[in-house]
Structure formats: C-alpha cells, structure tokens
C-alpha cells in the first residue's frame, strides 16, 4: 500500500541492508515527522493523550520501522513477529507509525476519534490493520503478549513478541502474574519495554504507588533487565537487535523518557497526560518539531 507523502509522513519501513548510521538518521526523522501528525490528530480531535504519545513515539517508530519482521500487505502472515501496545490510550503514536509503514493510508488520520472512525481512542485489532491486539483497559497487554509467545513456543515458531507498557499501568496485578509466568517458562523471544516516563494520570509513579527498585524487581521474576535512553534512536535499535538479554530468559527492556518530549513545554508536565494543546500551543509545538 502506498502513502500519501503530502501528509507530512516518510512512506514506508527502513531497510535492514541499510548502514547503522544512515537507519539511526531515517529513525530520528520519521520520529520527528511522525509527532507533527500526532499533534495535529489531538488537536482536530480535541482529545487525546499526547504527553505518553511522545514518550512513546521513539520506542514504536523503531520497533514497526527497523525491527519487526512485519508486512503491511501481508498484516496477517503467521510467522510475523507481534507488537502488542499495551498503553493503548497513546494510539495516535502506534496509529501514525502504522499509516508510515504502510498498513493503512496516511490521510485516514484524519478520522482519529470521530464518531464511528475505525481510528478509535484505543486501538481495535478487528479494524485497524497492524494492531495485533485490542488493548486500553491497563495492564492487559502484557498477559495477552504472554499467551502469544506461549503460542509460537508451542507452533515451533521463531516469531518473537514484543509489548510496550506504560510505568504506570505496572501497577495492575495482573502485569506480575504474567511475568511470573513469562519467567518461570523462560520466554526468550517474549520482550517488554517499559515507556519510563515517570509519570501517570496526575501525579508520579513514586507518589501514586511506588515502583522501583524496577530492575531488581524483574530479574528477581526471572527476566534478563538492561537500560536504554528511550530517545536515543542508535541506543534502542542497538538494544532491541540485541535481545535477548539473557539467553533462556524473557527481555524486560526499561526505556527512560519523558512525557511530552521533546516540546519544552509539554515535557516532563503531568498535565499533559491528557490535555490538548490550543492553537498557539500547536503552533509552538509544531515550529520546535521542524
């Protein structure tokens, strides 16, 4: 499927065969392009949460543009590796890096979060192409992960599963019931990126319910932890090629970033889990991303 490049969006995945350096520079700029889309979505739509789409927005171009052995005109081949966002409330950062893969075309963003718009404010695995699984209930997805890299381990597949999850939403139960799982199976083509930004729906993750120690708390589940810069494009390309992080281990990969960035603004803001920028806040946004 070919994009519209007059969306403002790059068209299509980077190649592999390419150097490190020239995919690192592909990355950075569809990541920059791809916020610019993301803050026009909010702002028509007049809902939203772009403060975690831009926490997020690096960790996901990266996956579904470098990594992933996906293919947007064939969503649905059975040995294609699966992405499951969890944090399904930042859909306009999976939503825009879907449209620049190519799964779906570009100006159907303009539909995001009208009224019976497949583009809905938390992704629908049976209407949107390239989203493996519904998620926005919090703490669902990695379960749901889970279960699919228990299902490729009994087909015999080589596919791997990747999940992003919110800091946040690690306070459901149900996200350490199924690392318990994921561990005590030794998941090793099973990986969870944690969008560490520090902050949930009005306060930190510290204040609300405390967190850390996240590593320790990880490998002591029977994961292998490593730490990425979650804006650092080489970093995490570099990271998410290498897993696992340890052999026979599922990857429990912790991304450090910061809610709103890189708008000066809007970073590391609570407030901006969910507000919506006015006219003069798009604007300065939208000249800071150029």
Same mark, same amino acid.
């Given at each position: ?6 969306? !403002? ?6 190649? +592999? ?10 990355l950075v700029d569809a990541s920059r392009r791809i916020r610019r889309r993301e803050l026009e979505m909010v702002r028509t739509a007049g809902l939203g949460h772009i403060g ?9 171009? $990266? ?22 966002? #969890?944090?399904?409330?930042? #859909? ?14 570009? #100006? ?5 979060? &009208? ?10 695995? =049976? ?13 669902? !997805?990695?379960?749901? /992960? ?11 597949? &080589? ?26 199976? !030794? ?30 708390? /990880? +490998? ?8 990425? /810069? ?18 026979? =281990?599922?990857?429990? $990969?912790?991304?450090?970033?910061? =809610? ?31």
């Amino acid at each position: 499927m070919t994009l519209a490049t007059s969306q !403002g969006l790059p068209a299509g995945r980077i190649e +592999r065969s390419l150097a490190h350096e020239e995919r690192v520079r592909l990355l950075v700029d569809a990541s920059r392009r791809i916020r610019r889309r993301e803050l026009e979505m909010v702002r028509t739509a007049g809902l939203g949460h772009i403060g975690g789409d831009f926490s997020a927005t690096d960790i996901v171009v $990266v996956l579904l543009l470098a990594v992933l052995n996906i293919d947007p005109l064939h969503p649905h081949f059975p040995d294609r590796d699966r992405f499951v966002m #969890s944090k399904g409330h930042s #859909s306009a950062a999976l939503y825009a890096t879907l449209a620049t893969c190519g799964f779906f075309a570009a #100006s159907l963003l303009d539909e995001y979060m &009208k009224p019976l718009s497949p583009l809905s404010g938390h992704p629908d695995a =049976k209407k949107v192409p390239g989203v493996e699984a519904s998620s926005g209930p919090l703490g669902h !997805g990695l379960p749901i /992960a889970v279960g699919m890299a228990v299902a490729a381990e009994l087909d015999g597949s &080589k596919r791997r599963t990747f999940c992003l999850v919110g800091d946040g939403e690690l306070q459901e139960g149900s996200n350490w019931e199924a690392l318990m799982a994921a561990g005590h199976r !030794g998941l090793e083509r099973l990986a969870v990126i944690v969008d560490r930004n520090g902050l949930q729906q009005g306060a930190s993750t510290e204040e609300t319910s405390r967190l850390n120690p996240l590593a320790a708390k /990880a +490998r002591a589940f029977g994961w292998g932890v490593a730490e990425v /810069a979650g804006h650092d494009h080489a970093a995490l390309l570099s990271a998410f090629e290498g897993l696992p992080v340890d052999a026979g =281990k599922p990857s429990f $990969v912790i991304a450090r970033t910061h =809610k709103g960035y890189p708008v000066s603004f809007m970073q590391d803001r609570v407030e901006w889990h969910h507000k919506v920028p006015s006219a003069g806040e798009l604007e300065a946004a939208l000249n800071e991303l150029l």
